[in-house]
C-alpha cells in the first residue's frame, strides 16, 4: 500500500526528467477484443488485455519514443496502486504517485473487428481540497524553469473547473510552459485566468465550443470541411492570447497557429489496432520536439507522426520510436504551412 500523505517516487531523486507529465485521473485500460459486440446478450472476447493509463501518461509514452525521458506524476487512489505502478516501471517509464484513499478507476475499451470503439469511462475516487493542493505542490516542485508540463484528460470528483485555473497560475509561477488538453468542463476555467497556458490542443468541436462559450458535442466523426474549420479555430484561440494552439480533426488531420505562423497536417492512412490515446501521443511527441528545440510547424509534424504510431500499437498512446521515424517521412511531404 502507498502512503496516502506523501508522494513516493521510483527513480533516483537526483535524475532529472526531460519532460513532466502530470496525471491527475489515471485509469486502467482493460481493453476487450472480440468480433462484434451484441448489447444484451452475452459475448465471448477474443482478448483482454490491460494498461495503466490516462491521458497523461500515453502522452509520456509518445515523448519517450521522440527521444525525451519523462517523468509521470499521478495522483493516483491507494487500492489498485501497486499493479498500476509495477506495471508502468516494466514499461520503463519513471513515475512518481502522490497517493490518495479510494480505488483506481477502471475503463472499458471494446474494440470489435469492424473498427467500431466503445469505451466507457470510470469515475475516479473523491479528491478533497487538501489532497489536491498537496498534488499541486507536488507538481510545481518538479517544475524546473522552462520545464514542459503535460496535463492530459479529465479531473477525479471534488476538482471543480476552477482548481484549475489555480494549476496553471501554480505551474507558470514556478518557471514551467503548460502543454494542456482536457475538456469542456474544465478547459474555459483554464483560459479564464490571469496567465494562459503556453499550449493547447483541443480537438475541433472543443475548439469552437471555446469560440462560442457552449459546451460541445463529442462526435465520432468530421465533416469534409474539417481541416479548413480547424485552421479557422486555431487561428482565433491563438487570436485570443494563446501562443501555441493546435486543434485536432480526427482522420481529417490537424491545423496549428502560433507566432511563428499558420499551417495544416492532413490525416494519413494507417492500420488501426488501438485508437486510444492517439491524441495523446501526439501531444507527447509534439513536446518532446519542442523540448529538443525544433521549430513550432516541424514538432507538429513529428506529433502526427507519433499518433499514428501509436494506432499501430495495443498500449494507449505506446508509440514505438522506429514507426515514428516512418510516419514522419509521409507527414512531412504531406504537411503546410
Known sequence: MLDSTRTRRTVPSDQEADVLAVCPNPTIDRLVVLDQLLPGTVDRARENKAFPAGKSVSAARGSRANGVR??????????????????????????????????????????????????????????????????????????????WVVCSGSFPPGVGPDALAGFVDAVAGAGGRLALDTGPAWMPSALSGRVLPSLITPNLAEAEAILAGGTPVENTWVGEDALVRAEAAAAALHARGLAQVVVTAGSAGLAWATAEGRGRVPGLSVAVRNPIGAGDAFMGGLVARLERGFPFAEAVVWGMATSCAAIEQWSPGGASADRVEHFHALARGAASV
Open 70 to 147: 519523462p517523468e509521470v506524476l499521478v495522483l493516483l487512489p491507494s487500492v489498485g496502486a501497486d499493479w498500476y505502478l509495477s506495471a508502468l516501471r516494466a514499461e520503463g517509464l519513471d513515475v512518481a504517485a502522490h497517493a490518495y484513499p479510494g480505488a483506481v478507476r477502471e475503463s472499458i475499451i471494446v474494440i470489435e473487428d469492424s473498427g467500431r470503439v466503445t469505451v466507457i469511462n470510470g469515475t475516479g475516487a473523491p479528491v478533497d481540497a487538501a489532497e489536491w493542493e498537496a498534488f499541486v505542490d507536488a507538481s510545481v516542485a518538479r517544475t524546473r524553469p522552462d520545464d
